[in-house]
């Protein structure tokens, strides 16, 4: 029986669960500078959405030790030099949900697996305020 068991095993060993995320984290941070979303399905957004969470977190203190740490979790310099120069930085005032799951109508072709993008909050304060303006008169 499945009672009381909190993780998600998205049918994989340990070792291909850890990698899974590892990687669609990655690609996350590598997709920054372009598009600054991902397509996977939805079981997978929400495995991932904690652990990006964390990291963008610790790349808000940008320390060597921080530096070092999100190194050893993802693994990739590239990912990691996103992280701490681009998108910590850009999130420093925000104290939380950097990223968000958006549903799409589209199922995989496949097995028709539900489909999500998981990408960035994007903060706009320069329309956010022309938007407030124009409200407000």
Do not use: C, Q, W
Request: proline share 3%; no cysteine; hydrophobic share 40%.
């Amino acid at each position: 029986m499945r009672h009381r068991k909190s993780n998600k095993r998205l049918g994989r060993s340990t070792a291909h669960r850890l990698a899974l995320r590892r990687n669609l984290v990655r690609s996350l941070f590598l997709s920054y500078n372009e598009s600054k979303y991902i397509l996977t399905t939805v079981e997978k957004a929400k495995f991932v959405k904690p652990f990006a969470e964390k990291l963008i977190t610790l790349a808000k203190d940008n320390t060597l030790h921080n530096y070092r740490r999100g190194l050893k979790l993802l693994g990739d310099e590239d990912a990691v030099k996103t992280l701490f120069d681009d998108i910590g930085p850009a999130y420093r005032e925000r104290p939380g949900g950097y990223t968000r799951i958006v549903r799409t109508a589209k199922k995989r072709l496949g097995d028709k697996a539900s489909m999500a993008l998981f990408g960035f909050v994007l903060d706009r304060p320069a329309e956010t305020a022309a938007v407030a303006d124009s409200a407000a008169e």
